[in-house]
């Protein structure tokens, strides 16, 4: 656990020490980092990749019930990167993870007691707009009604499981919920079941009220890669604005939804290699 933020936080690491370090953000808000393993390790092939659950959610659970907000996870980032000594910073973010690694390296930019990342990665990362955010609860509560996904629910209420395979139930029912996310939902399985903690959820969204980063974009210099899959509830354009914007490279992948590294993982992470070897002068020491 952390011991220099107001709340401990859990954290962990995998890889060999040495290697390039990598913070890996989470999406949400209110998850936590269980449910990108196994899959996300594969980068710890060459890589040391620290973890931490962000507060509210997972092993890192706030002791009362005030309010998480966007801010309150950057100032926790920030500490958490001084703690375990992580510059030069890169910066892994999935999902909401992503829009939260933006938010850092703006802040950063204008702060001086924010580190600011010297890359970084964002992959499928939540809507950069509030307008982008509507057009994803949208699709993604159209598509969880789609005639597919009803049918995968009646395949699993026919099945059986619930009384012969109780422990398999309950992670089909969870895949099931989420089959929405993936380009085709008949592949939504292989994903780690997760818990939202629906009021830090909430209050970091209401945080963010009618948010728009397009317009600060243009300011951030660090060197970023995107990947986004096309078929994502997320919209790519959301993706495509921010690349434009930040002058960032940006991979789309065909047949693939909001689950990259489940759906896609050999091209996601042949991408992701790929840039981290091109830039890999930026974090040597």
């Keep these: 656990m952390t011991t220099s933020t107001p709340v401990p936080l859990y954290w962990c690491s995998y890889g060999e020490p040495g290697k390039p370090r990598m913070l890996v953000m989470h999406g949400g808000p209110g998850a936590d980092h269980r449910y990108l393993l196994p899959q996300m390790l594969h980068l710890a092939r060459d890589n040391e990749m620290f973890f931490f659950d962000q507060r509210g959610g997972g092993r890192s659970r706030a002791p009362d019930n005030s309010a998480t907000t966007w801010q309150t996870h950057v100032a926790d980032m920030a500490a958490v990167i001084n703690e375990l000594h992580l510059e030069p910073l890169t910066l892994v973010g999935y999902s909401f993870g992503g829009l939260l690694s933006l938010l850092f390296a703006l802040e950063s930019s204008a702060r001086s007691d924010i580190p600011h990342p010297v890359r970084m990665v964002l992959i499928d990362p939540a809507p950069v707009n509030r307008g982008f955010r509507s057009d994803f609860e949208s699709e993604f509560s159209r598509r969880q009604k789609s005639d597919a996904v ?42 780690t079941p997760f818990r939202i903690i629906s009021r830090v959820q909430q209050s970091v969204w209401e ?48 047949d693939c939804g909001h689950v990259p590294y489940v759906e896609q993982p050999e091209k996601l992470f042949k991408a992701v290699e790929s840039f981290l070897s091109r830039t890999a002068d930026l974090v040597r020491l």
């Design 150 to 191: 009803e049918q995968l629910r009646a395949q699993l209420h026919a099945s059986g499981m619930r009384e012969r395979d109780p422990e398999g139930y309950r992670q089909r029912a969870f895949e099931v919920s989420v089959a929405g996310y993936f380009a085709d939902p008949h592949d939504a399985r292989d994903l």
């Design 207 to 254: 945080s963010l009220g009618n948010y728009d980063l397009l317009p600060r974009l243009p300011g951030l210099k660090t060197p970023t890669l995107i990947v986004h899959g096309r078929d994502d509830p997320i919209p790519v354009a959301s993706s495509i604005q921010a690349a434009q914007l930040m002058n960032a490279e940006l991979i789309l992948l065909d």
